[in-house]
C-alpha cells in the first residue's frame, strides 16, 4: 500500500470536500478493508471521510487541516498509532478514538495515558464505533459550533474554583493563569469534579459525565484519563494536589 492518502471504495468516493457541513472523520490503518469499510460504514451516516494508510502522513494532515475526530489503530508501519498520538498531543487536542488490539490491555492503558478520548478492542462493531463517535462529537460540541451536524445549545458559563478556571464554550483551561491543554474527556470529568468541591464522585458518576450515552466504559478508563490530568497540571504547578483520590470510592476536587 503507497504512503499517500488512502481512497475508498470507487462506488462511494472520499467525501471530504463534498460538502464543508459534514462532520470530517480521520481514519488512520494500514489495513484497506477496514479503512474502506469504516468510511462506506460513516458516509452513509452523514460523515465526512478522510483516510490514511500510515501515521506519518496522516500526522501532517491532521495538524495542517484538522477534521472533527480522528481514528488511529496501533500497530502501522513507521509511525504506529501510539507514536502519532504523541506527536499530536503535543500540539492540538483533536478528539482520538484508538483501536486496540482485543486482548491488549496494555496497549488501551498506554492510549489513554497518551491522550485518547476512547478505545475500541478489535474485533469490532460499526455500530458502537458510531456510536462512539456520535458521543464524543456531542461533548465535543463547543469545538465544533455552528456545525448544523450537531445541534446547538446556550454556552454554559465559564468555571472558577481557587486557582482553576475553565471556560467549556472554549474549551480553555488554566490554572494559576498558565494555560492547560485537556482532552474533551479530560475536561468533562474535570468539570464534573470542580463544579461541586469537596464532594466525592465515584467513577460511574464520572464515566457517567464524560460518556453520557450509555457508552459502556471500565474503571481504568476514568484512573488514565485522572492520572493523566494530573500529570498536565503538575507541568505548570509542580505542587499540584487539587484532585483527591480516595481508594475504593472515588475523586474528588479541592480548590482551597
Known sequence: MSDSTTEPAPALPDSAGA??????????????????????????EGFATRLYSDGE????????????????????PKMDGMELLRRLRAHSPLPVIFLTSKD???DEEAGLELGADDYIAKPFSL???????????????PLVAGNPALPTESAPASLVRGRLFMDPARHQVTWDGQAVSLTVTEFLILEALAIRPGVIKSRNQLMDAA???????????VDSHIKRMRRKFKVVDNSFDAIDTLYGAGYSFTDG
Open 19 to 44: 460538502d464543508a457541513r459534514k462532520l470530517q472523520i480521520a481514519l488512520v490503518d494500514d489495513d484497506r478493508n477496514i479503512l474502506t469499510t469504516v468510511s462506506i460504514a460513516l458516509q452513509a
Open 57 to 76: 502522513t496522516a500526522l501532517k494532515a491532521l495538524l495542517d487541516n484538522p477534521p472533527d475526530l480522528a481514528v488511529f489503530d496501533i500497530k502501522m
Open 104 to 106: 491488549d490491555e496494555q
Open 127 to 141: 455500530r458502537l464505533l458510531i456510536a462512539r463517535i456520535r458521543a464524543i462529537l456531542r461533548r465535543a460540541e
Open 211 to 221: 460518556y453520557p450515552d450509555d457508552v459502556f466504559v471500565d474503571d481504568r478508563t
